[in-house]
């Protein structure tokens, strides 16, 4: 990390620190809110009884609210963590609530980035054990402070779906021993109890998720959403070109359209402030902007993959090496070569690009779906040139982000910022992005391309090469040092250099090429293309070979016990072997490892008009502990559905330098439809638990592409399958 | 600018808004409801949607000057025993998850059911395909419709 991220250790929260706790686990803190309003429901925003803890609050109505470091965008860490805390608390599902934590490096830091984010599949694996060590010293604490008051041994005491029980019939709730709670002193190392005797962990049905009903009734409250009192709409008017500048201006028949509220040029553009989106949004169009394209990204795409081909056909830097692939490539036998070409990708979460800030002159206070809030509060401070302990910054729910709202670059943090400088403080602004902004606005999936080349002999796979050419998502980024080996991304090429499969001569390389468009990571990051890359071309491999896809890929595993575990799952749930298929359908499976969850899908389709159908998709997860299955099966379904519409549909072409999807009738998304069945088995395991956010997503453009290669149909090798088509 | 009486989920609500507003704009910013949602602003993804005299509409492409009269009802204003069933159905098999776009997709499920109280695939794919979900919650969408359906008969 650079100052540029310097975690805020100085801010009120760490400021307060009264008590701490073994490695991991600080509570006991008392949380500073400064009058941000942070329960979900009125009946614990009014306890005074809170037990001021870091991770968990108890109201006097018994709820215990759990402080979420990570965002809850959809993949569910407010029920994840709150599991967690419950299984150790021995708490009833229905008392508990979560809302986001503040923004603080030193409380909230994700243990796996060491700064506060979300992202990597990363909630449940970095909080597994720090989250049941919050919910067992709170409960002995609770039970300690209960032995207190009854004058009884503590031993003697139990905990049950939230109530504290003593032999003699002595009983109570947790709020009205929440403050006496607090008095005591946190255990070191708390117990954790036995897999075996959880109630709520791994068990179907024992939980449901906590932000299902709000999300149901419109009350969920999103960045959007927000409406303090003067809050102005900004609009920017942003470079049509990546790099460009403002050269000259004229706003004056922008400024006379009703509501507009003032006018100003700021780095990224040319800023409208406005009561509201429709003045705003009306007045940037009648903005009159020459801009300075000198140093603006001007290849287009076509050109682009004229390059990229270019390189391929040379050796890139070296990856991975393993014997000696061109040596056996001169030996002889079967050579099959094939390109895959993936496109440049929106994220385009359904709530665009959005973010608040009340700046007050001596302080700031900021509210929005922020995945990496460390490196966002200290741009936002830098900006407004305050101490970082005089800017708060509240995580609020997000509709989506697929890597969109994790910014490495923190460009939407500054951009508030720059714009709430613009106009002076006491002006509170919303900074909203239209969809044709967020989809036009860059930070894509890299453009990536892979050159395979393989050689089959006597049945056996001897050789593979992949050759890669792509551009870096960390380069320049604070995250570099820690991603970045030699000056290559490992981004680009993780899973490509290290497939499951035993093949004794074997090569990975990597042409790292700069491009003016912004990149980033993109639900399952690298895996997004390296999965497909390898996947459909083991698959071509082992047709050459005369081999069964399932039964070939697992002769190659021997050393690779999970993945197997996921093919061989779901073989069995898709019934590989025995299944007879409808006339004109074929299956194609797929298996890939990310983020060390591992993930097998069968897809079957058959052709229509217009290209593939899917009817049903298979799926075996490998993620250790699986800690909530439901949730599991969720990430699984929206995975593939998810990845689905990309290989079928999407891109974004540039012309000229200039992105040319603006919304979803050009960038087509998956409608329910095209949605095939999904069947999800989860495969038992005693492992470490993994995230499940991502990891649905990478197998199944290969399964895809596998099962058209069944019907005699060449696996497509450049991606989206459908490329005409828009909505 | 020019005023006009919006009357939503049965309240009448003056507003003084440029005649071109789109109702979505107008729900939100004016009036200050905002379960209705922008996710497209064309009319493509279905977030903004609402009824207009009981029929579904992309609020977003609908602008104030062409409401007149009508009868407006918003997520915050939907209590049919249709919208009931479903946002129980919603819970109950948790389709949410980053829950943007689902006021729309249970407004237009709600209207659904009003129309035709046992839905098959077909019936709910040509009713539904109006409405994007990014997070593809639609496995749950599908299974949660029936269950609301089943939940009715009784």
Not at chain 1, 339 to 356: D, G, K, Q, R, S
Request: hydrophobic share 40%; aromatic share 6%.
């Amino acid at each position: 990390m650079n100052a540029h991220v310097k975690p805020a250790a100085s801010t009120a929260l760490s400021r307060r620190s009264l008590l701490k706790a073994g490695a991991g686990l600080v509570l006991a803190t008392y949380v500073a809110r400064n009058g941000v309003a942070y329960a979900q429901d009125g009946a614990a925003a009014k306890s005074v009884n809170i037990a001021p803890n870091t991770f968990l609050v108890i109201g006097q109505d018994d709820t215990v609210t759990v402080l979420c470091k990570h965002i809850e965008f959809g993949q569910g860490p407010f029920t994840g963590m709150a599991t967690l805390v419950a299984e150790e608390l021995d708490a009833d599902w229905t008392q508990m609530r979560a809302d986001h934590a503040p923004s603080n490096p030193v409380l909230y830091k994700n243990l796996l980035f060491g700064v506060q984010g979300t992202g990597g599949s990363s909630a449940i694996a970095n909080s597994y054990e720090q989250m049941r060590k919050v919910g067992a010293a709170a409960r002995a604490m609770l039970v300690a402070a209960a032995a207190d008051e009854w004058k009884v041994p503590a031993e003697e005491i139990t905990v049950e779906k939230g109530i504290i029980k003593h032999a003699s019939g002595k009983q109570s709730g947790f709020g009205a021993l929440a403050a006496k709670a607090m008095q005591q002193p946190a255990p070191a190392n708390p117990q954790l109890k036995d897999p075996s005797a959880f109630k709520l962990i791994g068990k179907e049905g024992a939980v449901t998720r906590l932000d299902s009903v709000a999300k149901s009734n419109g009350t969920a409250e999103y960045t959007l959403d927000i409406k303090d009192p003067g809050t102005l709409t900004v609009l920017v008017a942003r470079s049509p070109r990546f790099g460009g500048k403002v050269a000259s201006f004229d706003a004056a028949a922008a400024k006379a359209v009703p509501g507009v509220v003032d006018i100003k040029k700021v780095p990224n553009g040319v800023a409208v402030y406005a009561d509201g989106f429709w003045p705003a949004k009306t007045a940037r169009e009648l903005l009159k902007i020459t801009w300075d394209d000198s140093k603006a990204e001007t290849r287009g795409t076509a050109q682009l993959l004229e390059e990229f081909r270019a390189r391929a056909k040379k050796q890139g830097a070296l990856v991975k090496q393993e014997g000696d692939v061109d040596a056996e490539i001169a030996k002889g036998g079967k050579l099959i070569e094939t390109e895959f070409v993936f496109p440049y990708l929106a994220h385009a979460p359904m709530e665009p690009i959005n973010a608040f800030i009340h700046w007050k002159g001596e302080t700031a206070s900021a509210r929005y779906g922020s995945q990496f809030p460390t490196p966002d509060h200290a741009a936002i401070a830098q900006v407004l040139g305050l101490d970082i302990a005089k800017v708060e910054l509240k995580t609020i729910l997000a509709g989506g982000s697929f890597g969109r709202r994790a910014q490495q670059s923190t460009h939407v943090a500054l951009e508030l910022a720059q714009v709430a400088k613009a106009i002076g403080p006491g002006r509170p602004v919303k900074l909203v992005w239209t969809r044709e902004d967020d989809m036009r606005g860059g930070y894509y999936r890299p453009f990536s391309l892979h050159r395979m080349r393989g050689v089959v002999r006597d049945g056996k796979i001897v050789a593979w090469s992949d050759t890669i050419v792509g551009q870096s998502i960390m380069k320049g980024s604070p995250f570099e040092a820690m991603t970045m080996k030699n000056g290559l991304d490992s981004t680009a090429y993780e899973g490509s250099n290290e497939i499951p499969y035993q093949v004794p001569n074997f090569r990975c390389d990597l042409h790292q090429v700069d491009v003016g468009v912004p990149v980033l990571w993109w639900r399952s990051v690298g895996h997004t293309h390296t999965g497909y890359a390898v996947e459909a071309f083991v698959d071509q491999l082992l047709e050459a070979a005369g081999q069964d896809p399932v039964e070939g890929r697992l002769a190659m595993m021997a050393d690779k016990p999970r993945h197997a575990g996921v093919l061989k799952a779901v073989a069995q749930l898709a019934d590989w072997k025995g299944a007879k298929l409808e006339a004109g359908r074929a299956r194609g499976v797929a298996v890939v490892e990310s983020f060390n969850t591992y993930v097998a899908q069968v897809v079957e389709l058959s052709m229509g008009q217009e290209g593939p159908v899917v009817h049903k998709v298979w799926c075996a997860v490998d993620c250790g502990v699986a800690v909530n299955p439901d949730i599991i099966r969720a990430q699984m379904e929206g995975g593939i559905g998810f990845a689905l519409g990309h290989i079928l549909y999407a891109q974004q072409p540039l012309e000229e330098g200039r992105p040319v999807a603006g919304n979803f009738d050009s960038y087509r998304s998956l409608r329910i439809n095209e949605m095939p069945q999904i069947e999800v088995a989860i495969v038992p395991s005693t492992e470490k638990p993994t995230g499940v956010g991502e990891p649905g997503v990478p197998p199944l453009g290969p399964a895809v592409a596998n099962a058209m290669a069944k019907l005699g149909l060449p696996r497509p090798t450049q991606l989206p399958i459908r490329p005409g088509d828009t909505a | 600018m020019a005023a006009f009486t919006l009357k939503i989920n049965g309240r009448e609500h003056q507003i003084d808004v440029d005649p071109g507003t789109p109702l979505l704009w107008a729900i939100r910013d004016n009036v200050g409801l905002t379960g209705t949602k922008y996710g497209c602003g064309v009319a493509q993804c279905g977030a903004c949607t609402v009824y207009v005299d009981g029929q579904t509409v992309r609020s977003c492409s609908l602008p104030v000057s062409a409401v007149g009269k009508s009868e407006v009802t918003t997520i915050e204003g939907l209590t049919s025993k249709e919208a009931v069933a479903v946002q129980k159905a919603w819970a109950a098999h948790d389709v949410p998850q980053c829950g943007y776009c689902q006021s729309g997709q249970v407004m237009s499920a709600a209207a659904l059911l009003g129309l035709n109280p046992k839905p098959t695939d077909q019936d709910i794919d040509l009713a539904m395909n109006g409405n994007i979900c990014r997070c593809a919650t639609y496995v749950r969408i599908r299974a949660a419709i029936h269950s609301a359906a089943k939940s009715l008969e009784g």
